[in-house]
């Protein structure tokens, strides 16, 4: 049997029904065991903040780790960010103003340091009042020679602004090149806004839960169909759907 890179969300994705993620980490951790399946978490949380769940939660402890929405690569093993990662994508980002030009608009409340990072930068909003404040801070940004991407979530109610360059997907395809997994031998899963990115450049096999936010069902329904799956489960228990779907499961 051939091993797979498994890609998935954490927050609402994979965590949120305990009974099925104890069934998904007993499966998962036998592929690891027998075919060599890397097991890869991408999530908007910071290392401390991912640190802070997985006191909470049993999970697989993964050979790849994507924080803070794809800006930062960490490998447990070693206990080593991917430096070469961090090279890549720090073209055109300057956080210090970013964060300064910001204040100029009300609707965004800067979230506490806990979810802060070098390459990320992370407000409260609303939904109204960040349509508005998008574009003018977008342009604002590009004349100061700044090179951005902007990614709501939650149905308008967090940003994140990551270089260029950064996101979910970008990451995900540096580590599969890195190892050597072809679409084919990749899945990806997710449920909010932050995983569009996911969803809407990566070719591989791609499960959207079936508690999945407004952002991301939307998305879905007005766009070509593609290799993904809506599932009608919730949290891991969707994951595990979706693994069956598309012949994953079948393998044992």
């Not at 908007?44 to 903040?49: F, I, V, Y």
């Not at 599969?176 to 096999?205: A, H, K, R, Y």
Request: net charge negative.
């Amino acid at each position: 049997m051939a091993k797979f890179l498994f890609v998935t969300d954490l927050d609402n994705t994979l965590v949120g029904d305990d009974v099925a993620l104890n069934k998904l980490n007993e499966w998962l951790s036998k592929e690891r065991q027998s075919y060599g399946t890397v097991i890869a978490y991408t999530t908007g949380r910071s290392l401390p903040l991912y640190q802070e769940l997985i006191a909470q939660k049993k999970l697989l402890e993964p050979d790849v780790l994507m924080l803070a929405v794809g800006t930062e690569i960490y490998y447990p093993d070693s206990n080593n960010f991917d430096d070469a990662w961090q090279r890549k994508i720090s073209q055109g980002w300057n956080r210090e103003i970013i964060v300064e030009v910001a204040k100029r608009f009300p609707c965004l409340v800067l979230q506490p340091s806990t979810q802060q990072t070098a390459f990320k930068v992370t407000y409260y909003t609303n939904q109204e009042g960040l349509y508005v404040t998008l574009p003018h801070l977008n342009a604002i940004l590009q004349n100061q020679g700044l090179a951005v991407q902007m990614i709501d979530s939650y149905d308008g109610g967090f940003l994140d602004i990551l270089p260029a360059s950064a996101n979910k997907a970008s990451a995900a395809i540096f580590v599969q090149q890195c190892l050597g997994f072809t679409d084919e031998q990749t899945v990806i899963c997710g449920d909010s806004g932050n995983d569009l990115s996911m969803f809407q450049n990566m070719l591989c096999p791609a499960i959207i839960v079936g508690n999945a936010r407004l952002e991301i069902l939307n998305w879905h329904k007005n766009s070509p169909p593609g290799k993904r799956y809506l599932a009608k489960s919730n949290f891991a228990a969707g994951i595990l759907e979706g693994l069956e779907h598309f012949g994953f499961l079948k393998r044992n």
